[in-house]
């Protein structure tokens, strides 16, 4: 693992960290300098709300070498209640439950064991509310 | 800019050619693109190619390639931009002639994707790698967000995607340069592994190595070649966020129509004006969603096009006469390159069994990762 640049993610890996435009609103998740929208620099420090609903979604049957163990593997778009977007696994529940529209919640989890020690890297999973 | 013509093509055969390395691909695809201009020399060059670093180690390979190809000495430039490489490679010879700094220039692309390494790992790259590929996202899995996206808000169905691979192996089955050259049924792509729902291993383009290059030259240069002339019309590009979840509305490929609105406002066209197309279908659903980008076919109406026979050799728009990505192989940096050479050779009314009865007017369409980076050509047979 090149650990900087691990270390850079966590604060968004762990704590959902991202940025509000102090102009437009707009969520910037990871953080940016500068906002698409309407071009301010200005920002302030938001964390996510953990909980959202599943915009598309898939299951990944042939996986990279990292999660080749872990297939079937569903995976969604989620939309934060803020409306930011990000890419989560969805986990603690069987594939063919997964489904536009429903409601997720964001929780803490090892997400990939990285090299031959098998160094554990975090980060967010979904799973499914109700 | 002044007029711009391609008037030289050449590719090698796409497929497994473990016979053959990087170097060699591109230098026989180059060769055959200047002897069919016949060109005695060339300005400049550039070589499109994803990622042949982590395809074979090698990079610096626009200097590599210009050696072998007996032309150390001239200006030669490599240009990335995941799958949509080749494509940009043709844009940037484009604006060189157009802007009179060169007058005849040599656009390629290449890719060595089958010398072992790990194929899904390479091209995850072309995501974000950590925001996207770091949760396990693959690039079939990218394009499934896509397909079920559409599927739940138009109704597109399985059938229909899978109606994308078999008109496009029919295509294919007439190329003698296609990977895949045979004929596919619905029921095989629809029973073939899953991928990533609900792509199936036949709803993805395959892993193939494989070079394309084409000549770029002003008309003065052109004209004085006496060869068969295309002209391009027209060259939009356009780019999006990296990663998917991004964007808007994932039923949607906005980069493509950005590209594409350039593109028909450069050439003065409107979309009925075209008479067919090759459009980067790397899965089923790709070929669906730059259908209804590029103004063919009204969106959500794509799956039904398809199924109906609208955009095959015969129908209304024909759209990858070549076998597309899907059949003909997708070696990526290369692939831009051989839609290109597609047009042309419908343009010049030598594409032989899949030839478009008197077509005048053709579109290339190749993009990169999900949609981040599109390049949009209009080209037009001169007679
Ligand atoms: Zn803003």
Request: aromatic residues 6%; charged residues 20%; glycine residues 10%.
């Amino acid at each position: 693992m090149i650990t900087p640049r691990y270390t850079r993610e966590i604060p968004q890996r762990y704590h959902l960290e991202a940025g509000k435009c102090t102009e437009c609103n707009f969520i910037a998740f990871p953080p940016r300098l500068i906002c698409p929208e309407c071009g301010s620099r200005e920002f302030e420090q938001i964390s996510l709300s953990p909980s959202g609903k599943i915009v598309t979604y898939t299951v990944v049957c042939v996986a990279a070498e990292e999660f080749s163990t872990e297939t079937p593997l569903p995976i969604a778009i989620i939309e934060t209640d803020e409306g930011a977007r990000l890419t989560a696994q969805v986990v603690d529940c069987d594939p063919e439950e997964v489904e536009i529209g429903k409601r997720v919640r964001l929780i803490f989890r090892c997400i990939q064991k990285e090299g031959l020690a098998g160094i554990r890297q975090y980060g967010y999973k979904a799973v499914l509310e109700g | 800019m002044r007029e711009v013509a391609i008037v030289g093509v050449g590719m090698t055969r796409f497929g497994e050619l473990w016979e053959s390395p990087l170097r060699n691909m591109f230098t026989e695809a180059a060769l055959t693109a200047i002897d069919d201009a016949g060109v005695d020399h060339i300005d400049s060059m550039y070589v499109g190619a994803m990622s042949s670093g982590l395809f074979v180690h090698q990079e610096h390979i626009a200097s590599l390639l210009a050696d072998y190809l007996g032309v150390a000495g001239i200006p030669s430039t490599r240009v990335e931009s995941a799958c949509a490489s080749g494509g940009l490679a043709v844009r940037q010879a484009v604006i060189e002639v157009g802007a009179g700094v060169s007058d005849i220039v040599l656009a390629g692309g290449v890719e060595k994707m089958t010398d072992g390494v790990d194929a899904i790992d390479a091209l995850a790259t072309a995501a974000d790698q950590e925001y996207e590929a770091f949760h396990g996202i693959t690039f079939p899995g990218l394009y499934a967000f896509i397909a079920n996206a559409h599927m739940h808000r138009y109704g597109t169905t399985r059938e229909q995607l899978a109606d994308v691979a078999v008109k496009n192996h029919d295509h294919g089955s007439l190329n003698p340069k296609a990977q895949f050259p045979f004929k596919i049924t619905r029921e095989a792509v629809m029973n073939s592994t899953m991928v990533a729902w609900p792509l199936r291993l036949l709803d993805c383009s395959p892993v193939t190595d494989g070079a394309a290059a084409v000549i770029v030259t002003s008309m003065d240069v052109a004209e004085k070649l006496g060869r068969p002339i295309v002209k391009v019309l027209a060259s939009g590009h356009a780019t999006d966020g990296l990663a998917l979840h991004s964007r808007t509305d994932p039923t949607t490929i906005p980069a493509v129509g950005r590209a594409a609105e350039i593109a028909f406002k450069q050439a003065g066209l409107t979309p009925e004006k075209i008479e067919l197309a090759e459009v980067h279908d790397c899965f089923t659903i790709a070929e669906l969603v730059v259908t209804e980008e590029l103004g063919f076919v009204e969106r959500g109406r794509s799956g039904e096009a398809v199924s109906s026979g609208e955009t095959r050799l015969g129908g209304r728009i024909p759209v990858n006469t070549s076998g597309g990505l899907k059949a003909k192989g997708h070696p990526v940096g290369a692939s831009g390159v051989a839609q290109i050479i597609e047009v042309v050779e419908q343009l010049r009314g030598s594409a032989g069994d899949r030839q478009v009865e008197g077509a005048r007017i053709g579109l290339t369409q190749n993009m990169g990762g999900s949609g981040a980076s599109c390049v949009v050509h209009i080209l037009e047979g001169v007679s």
